[in-house]
């Protein structure tokens, strides 16, 4: 079945370590995305993507970093500048065709915790 | 300034209600698009409806209605006979083109809670 796959469910954090989320996408979608969600923050754009090896920043970028090496892949990495990264992280993909904006899939989301 | 403003931050009714969830944006752009997700307890967001900008007329899909009006720019949601089913949180989006890409703003969600 077609969808957006995101690994693992459950991540813990030490201090001052780095961690990857997976995020894989079997739909052919040109554009991928990340989000945060905080409780009662709604959706936070960390990163976009819009095609392969191009990547925009979002709203709350710092202390992220992505890539985009291949069109169904889009890990997004925590890194130890990120000081609060207790959250729902989601990751969503979508067709570009250059002129319309089209719906967004998401996966089921991977909820990250500092130990 | 907030581009989407969902004001409801939880709406608790029981079964068989109407309810509905509000949605207020705010764009300079003349053409945009507007979304409602559905996001249940297992956490993956669930695309319900997306309408461009020129395309006012209401919508009804079973239950879910929209109610799309650009004079008070809002996109409010109904959802008739409500069932236990529904208790989600319920997220509007916009998706407009300030730097020239479409990429959508969420709202804060609502939180719907549907008691038997």
């Known amino acids: 079945d077609g969808g957006i796959t995101q690994s693992p469910k459950y991540l813990f954090r030490k201090e001052g370590q780095n961690v990857t989320l997976s995020c894989e996408q079997n739909l052919n979608h040109d554009a991928m995305y990340w989000y945060r969600q905080d409780p009662g923050q709604g959706l936070r754009l960390i990163y976009y993507s819009q095609i392969v090896n191009d990547f925009q920043k979002g709203d709350i970028a710092e202390g992220y970093s992505v890539s985009r090496e291949k069109k169904e892949s889009f890990p997004l990495t925590v890194t130890s500048a990120q000081k609060n990264p207790t959250a729902f992280y989601l990751c969503?993909?979508?067709?570009?065709?250059?002129?319309?904006?089209?719906?967004?899939?998401f996966g089921d989301g991977t909820r990250l915790s500092i130990l | 300034a907030q581009k989407v403003t969902q004001a409801q931050t939880e709406i608790s009714v029981v079964e068989k209600e109407d309810v509905t969830l509000d949605c207020v944006y705010e764009?300079?752009?003349?053409?945009?698009?507007l979304f409602w997700y559905k996001q249940p307890p297992s956490g993956e967001l669930v695309f319900l409806i997306r309408?461009?900008?020129?395309?006012?007329q209401n919508e009804i899909s079973g239950r879910y209605s929209w109610n799309f009006q650009k004079s008070t720019s809002s996109f409010n949601f109904t959802i008739t006979a409500s069932q236990v089913v529904d208790s989600a949180v319920y997220f509007c989006a916009l998706s407009d083109r300030p730097g020239g890409s479409y990429i959508p703003t969420f709202g804060r969600g609502t939180s719907l809670i549907v008691h038997p």
């Open positions: 969503a993909s979508s067709t570009h065709d250059g002129v319309s904006n089209q719906p967004q899939h």
């Open positions: 309408r461009n900008s020129f395309d006012e």
């Open positions: 764009t300079r752009d003349t053409t945009y698009y």
